[in-house]
């Protein structure tokens, strides 16, 4: 019985022979069926096999002014792509491209070298704002090109001649290097950024979102259709940008928080400050002769002459040097740069621009930690007029001066309204910040009163003043080289001073604080006269303005200046100072105004 084997019947063998028939037949059937009967169908289809994705460009966010007036606006443009998502050899239609694109070949084949370990789908931006001429090669080399393509974009319309350039920045592709970087992780290729300014400060609020559109592309990469579209949302040539960075004036540089200059003689509004509430100034009187001896050396004052007998009043209005070098002597290194540093020398402001620089407020221990040297008395002097070591950028100096005519507060300048940004978007709570340097309040006076009468005849700056308005302010000339330097290249302009001049209005609490750096200018009356121009407009604009009196809180208390006899003294009048709450003011009994004031 074991090892029998069993046989199968004729007719199941039969049966299994005839399935395995029909299914050969039916095989057959839908082979035919697929290459004859539909072959035109399916080779359609077949052309329509790939899928490529474009992107839809976000144009950048517009930047307007506070009065909502459109200072930055985009225009449409095309930019030229080039697609790597086929099979065709690039390198080999390079010359072709870069011909009719106005190309150098070399550095397209670099470009498209750079981009080989990038994903494929991803596109080269070949060029911006092609030409009428360019976008009509693209378009006749469609079927012989099929990888070049075109793509709407927005390109950035800036005001004319450079008007605001440094605070408003530009925008340019994202570099290699700056994809490296963790705040560009989402960032690809072709996209444009902010490089400087405004537009990098704020380039993720006015980026925006690309968008793409989904196309069917058959073998040869033409495109015969498209899937879906998803839409974006808002938010330099070489040899002229070899000639920026090699211009002497280097215009590249934002001198507003990037020029690290010395002060001149604004500083002795600082060293004023300082004498004050050191109480050096209120009594002290010099006399000028022209110059004076401190430890063993001349230093001359800016008039020949010299000012004859100078009191603290008069060491302002016409910057007497012999004055301020003798308060420096008595004040010392460590006391200056203590007042100057609460008011903010030597320290970034933090202004909502990108890459301010700290300027620099000499010590006795700056000088041991930078260079290994103990400070010298002698340095102290040049220091007492704004000179020496001390360098500042005009944004600090701004805010310092801002500050002592505001009584001592501080803030932190800004250029973008931090209330009307969006929610956790950017960082703006240090914009708030209120810093309080304590300035005694007769010193406040007496000092803003003295910057006052700079623009009147016996100031430094008459011919900047402007009838009408209450301005004060104080003019500066600072050397970037040594006298006797100068003099051996002829006086040359290359050498000239710089003028300066930081000027407001009204002189206490004022509504407008602007400060001019004149390269070159050699004398701060000259800034002066430009700075003043500047309050006069805004001024002029806010008398055109429908009054606000009806809204506006008076202040709980304020500061007053006035004459009255003193008793001690024969009769004469004698200058008093005070802070009063309005409630207790009785106009009846008011004095008489000291000059200068209304």
């Given at each position: 019985m074991f090892g029998r084997d069993e046989k199968v019947s004729a007719i199941r063998l039969t049966a299994v022979q005839y399935i395995i028939l029909v299914i050969f037949l039916i095989l057959a059937y839908g082979l035919w069926r697929l290459q004859v009967m539909q072959s035109d169908k399916y080779a359609q289809l077949a052309e329509q096999n790939r899928i490529r994705n474009v992107p839809i460009l976000a144009p950048r966010g517009k930047i307007l002014d506070r009065e909502g007036r459109i200072i930055v606006d985009n225009y449409p443009s095309f930019s030229a792509l080039l697609l790597r998502d086929s099979a065709r050899d690039l390198n080999a239609d390079a010359d072709l491209i870069a011909k009719g694109l106005h190309l150098d070949p070399d550095e397209l084949r670099v470009r498209i070298r750079r981009f080989t370990s990038m994903p494929q789908y991803q596109p080269i931006f070949l060029k911006e704002d092609v030409t009428p001429d360019e976008l009509a090669f693209i378009e006749a080399h469609k079927n012989e090109l099929p990888e070049l393509d075109t793509i709407m974009a927005h390109r950035?319309?800036?005001?004319?001649?450079?008007?605001?350039?440094?605070?408003?920045?530009?925008?340019?592709?994202?570099?290699?290097?700056?994809?490296?970087?963790?705040?560009?992780e989402f960032y690809n290729p072709g996209d444009v950024v902010g490089v400087s300014g405004v537009e990098k400060q704020y380039n993720q609020l006015l980026m925006g979102k690309?968008?793409?559109?989904r196309a069917l592309v058959n073998s040869h990469g033409k495109e015969v259709g498209r899937l879906d579209e998803t839409p974006a949302e808002p938010g330099i040539k070489r040899d002229e940008w070899n000639r920026l960075v090699t211009d002497p004036d280097?215009?590249?540089?934002?001198?507003?928080?990037?020029?690290?200059?010395?002060?001149?003689?604004?500083?002795?509004?600082?060293?004023?400050?300082?004498?004050?509430q050191e109480g050096l100034v209120q009594n002290m009187n010099?006399?000028?002769?022209?110059?004076?001896?401190?430890?063993?050396?001349?230093?001359?004052?800016?008039?020949?002459?010299?000012h004859g007998p100078v009191d603290?009043?008069?060491?302002?209005?016409?910057?007497?040097?012999?004055?301020?070098?003798?308060?420096?002597?008595?004040?010392?290194?460590?006391?200056?740069?203590?007042?100057?540093t609460m008011l903010g020398l030597g320290e970034k402001t933090g202004i909502d621009l990108p890459n301010e620089v700290a300027g620099v407020m000499p010590s006795e221990e700056w000088k041991i930690k930078n260079f290994k040297q103990k400070w010298f008395a002698g340095e102290t002097i040049s220091v007492g007029i704004g000179q020496g070591a001390i360098a500042t950028t005009p944004v600090q100096l701004l805010r310092a001066i801002s500050a002592i005519s505001m009584d001592g507060r501080m803030v932190v300048p800004h250029v973008v309204n931090p209330t009307e940004l969006p929610a956790g978007m950017v960082d703006v709570g240090h914009y708030t910040e209120v810093r309080n340097v304590t300035i005694d309040p007769s010193g406040w006076n007496t000092i803003t009163d003295a910057m006052a009468r700079v623009l009147l005849p016996e100031g430094t700056?008459?011919?900047?003043?402007?009838?009408?308005?209450?301005?004060?302010?104080?003019?500066?000339?600072?050397?970037?080289?040594?006298?006797?330097?100068?003099?051996?290249?002829?006086?040359?302009?290359?050498?000239?001073?710089?003028?300066?001049?930081?000027?407001f209005t009204p002189r206490r609490n004022p509504e407008i604080v602007v400060c001019v750096l004149f390269q070159g200018g050699e004398h701060g009356k000259l800034a002066a006269r430009l700075a003043t121009q500047v309050i006069k407009a805004y001024v002029d604009k806010q008398q055109r303005q429908p009054t606000k009196m009806a809204t506006t809180k008076a202040p709980a208390e304020v500061s007053a200046l006035w004459s009255a006899p003193d008793p001690d003294d024969d009769g004469l009048d004698a200058i008093r100072t005070g802070r009063f709450a309005l409630d207790e003011l009785k106009p009846a009994a008011l004095a008489t105004a000291a000059p200068g004031m209304q």
């Amino acid at each position: 019985m074991f090892g029998r084997d069993e046989k199968v019947s004729a007719i199941r063998l039969t049966a299994v022979q005839y399935i395995i028939l029909v299914i050969f037949l039916i095989l057959a059937y839908g082979l035919w069926r697929l290459q004859v009967m539909q072959s035109d169908k399916y080779a359609q289809l077949a052309e329509q096999n790939r899928i490529r994705n474009v992107p839809i460009l976000a144009p950048r966010g517009k930047i307007l002014d506070r009065e909502g007036r459109i200072i930055v606006d985009n225009y449409p443009s095309f930019s030229a792509l080039l697609l790597r998502d086929s099979a065709r050899d690039l390198n080999a239609d390079a010359d072709l491209i870069a011909k009719g694109l106005h190309l150098d070949p070399d550095e397209l084949r670099v470009r498209i070298r750079r981009f080989t370990s990038m994903p494929q789908y991803q596109p080269i931006f070949l060029k911006e704002d092609v030409t009428p001429d360019e976008l009509a090669f693209i378009e006749a080399h469609k079927n012989e090109l099929p990888e070049l393509d075109t793509i709407m974009a927005h390109r950035r319309l800036y005001p004319k001649n450079g008007f605001l350039a440094h605070l408003i920045g530009y925008v340019g592709e994202v570099t290699e290097d700056m994809l490296n970087q963790p705040q560009f992780e989402f960032y690809n290729p072709g996209d444009v950024v902010g490089v400087s300014g405004v537009e990098k400060q704020y380039n993720q609020l006015l980026m925006g979102k690309n968008g793409s559109r989904r196309a069917l592309v058959n073998s040869h990469g033409k495109e015969v259709g498209r899937l879906d579209e998803t839409p974006a949302e808002p938010g330099i040539k070489r040899d002229e940008w070899n000639r920026l960075v090699t211009d002497p004036d280097k215009p590249l540089l934002n001198k507003a928080i990037q020029a690290q200059l010395a002060p001149g003689s604004t500083f002795k509004i600082i060293m004023s400050t300082a004498g004050w509430q050191e109480g050096l100034v209120q009594n002290m009187n010099v006399h000028c002769s022209g110059g004076a001896m401190f430890y063993g050396r001349r230093f001359g004052c800016w008039v020949k002459g010299g000012h004859g007998p100078v009191d603290f009043t008069k060491a302002i209005y016409q910057s007497c040097d012999v004055f301020f070098y003798t308060l420096a002597e008595k004040l010392g290194i460590d006391r200056i740069a203590k007042y100057a540093t609460m008011l903010g020398l030597g320290e970034k402001t933090g202004i909502d621009l990108p890459n301010e620089v700290a300027g620099v407020m000499p010590s006795e221990e700056w000088k041991i930690k930078n260079f290994k040297q103990k400070w010298f008395a002698g340095e102290t002097i040049s220091v007492g007029i704004g000179q020496g070591a001390i360098a500042t950028t005009p944004v600090q100096l701004l805010r310092a001066i801002s500050a002592i005519s505001m009584d001592g507060r501080m803030v932190v300048p800004h250029v973008v309204n931090p209330t009307e940004l969006p929610a956790g978007m950017v960082d703006v709570g240090h914009y708030t910040e209120v810093r309080n340097v304590t300035i005694d309040p007769s010193g406040w006076n007496t000092i803003t009163d003295a910057m006052a009468r700079v623009l009147l005849p016996e100031g430094t700056a008459p011919s900047a003043h402007i009838p009408g308005i209450d301005i004060a302010g104080k003019t500066g000339s600072a050397q970037i080289v040594s006298l006797a330097l100068r003099a051996k290249h002829n006086n040359s302009d290359e050498f000239a001073q710089n003028g300066w001049f930081v000027g407001f209005t009204p002189r206490r609490n004022p509504e407008i604080v602007v400060c001019v750096l004149f390269q070159g200018g050699e004398h701060g009356k000259l800034a002066a006269r430009l700075a003043t121009q500047v309050i006069k407009a805004y001024v002029d604009k806010q008398q055109r303005q429908p009054t606000k009196m009806a809204t506006t809180k008076a202040p709980a208390e304020v500061s007053a200046l006035w004459s009255a006899p003193d008793p001690d003294d024969d009769g004469l009048d004698a200058i008093r100072t005070g802070r009063f709450a309005l409630d207790e003011l009785k106009p009846a009994a008011l004095a008489t105004a000291a000059p200068g004031m209304q």
